[in-house]
């Protein structure tokens, strides 16, 4: 009788702290989730009365339309292009740094603040400066281009240059918050390990990375990517600011179409039907990601 009593009360008291949180995540994760991919299979525009069950024709649309899929490809283009840059410049400017902060610690901690600028300072205003340096006729990159001989470009009117563009101002806004995050992994690796690996002979720089820093950043890099993919996955800020799209939807990306779809032409089962496509490929790349990188993370 005893052990029903603590039972019956260590039951109510895990109901009494996990509830809560349980009924949040419900109520403002799976049910919005739940009622986005039914309203994916409808017809149902914004202020309309009734709606039509249509079944998967929205996602016919989106991928039999040419530009369904040049905003699918697009972003698929984007998110290969700023993941790994981002990453290796984050990494590359992580370990300067590091080396940096014990012969001039002033120096170093000037360097990352200037790094991590780009992240604390609001994207819309960043993108109206980089639409100011772009410019193609009083922008200060062709004018320095001009300055050693080289001609200038149209670098957000270009349908063949425009995406790189903006995948170029992506990588340099997530470079600072990358390169935190490697600092901190960098701080935690023990100090002995780089003492053994050079007992053993890794005594040159090169050596000790590879036997000692790469593996032990694992987890660190596992979470640099996963945030990386999100965050690039969900560019809106600059294509909204800087193209719209175009030109001819050279930029256009799914998360923009989704806006535009959904609150420019009020079309809410299209629009669901692109949440419902960006949610399945952010669900694979994040799996794909911890699939290859769990190796390293748990150093098996």
Known sequence: MIRLRRAHREALTDLWLAGPATLAMLTLIFVP?????????????????????????????LFGSAQGRRAIVNTLIYVAVVIPFSMGLALLVALGLFRLSAFAPALSNLLRAVYFLPVAATLVAMAIAWQMLLHPSIGLVNAALSGLGLAGQEWLSDRGL????????????????????????????????????EVDGAGRG?????????????????????????QAFRVFETVATLTQGGPAFASDVLVYALYREGFVYFKAGYASAITVVFFVVMLVLTLAQFRVLERRVHYR
């Open 162 to 197: 425009v995406l790189y563009t903006l995948a170029a101002i992506g990588i340099w806004q997530s470079v600072g918050y990358n390169m935190v995050l490697f600092l901190a992994g960098l701080a935690a690796i023990p100090p002995t390990l780089y003492e053994a690996a």
């Open 206 to 230: 090169w050596e000790r990375f590879w036997t000692v820093t790469w593996p032990m950043l694992g987890p660190t890099t596992l979470f640099v990517a996963v945030i990386t993919a999100t």
């Open 33 to 61: 989730v739940a009622l986005v991919a039914v309203l994916s299979l409808t017809d149902y525009q914004f202020g309309a009365r009734r709606l039509d069950w249509v079944g998967l024709e929205n996602y016919r649309d």
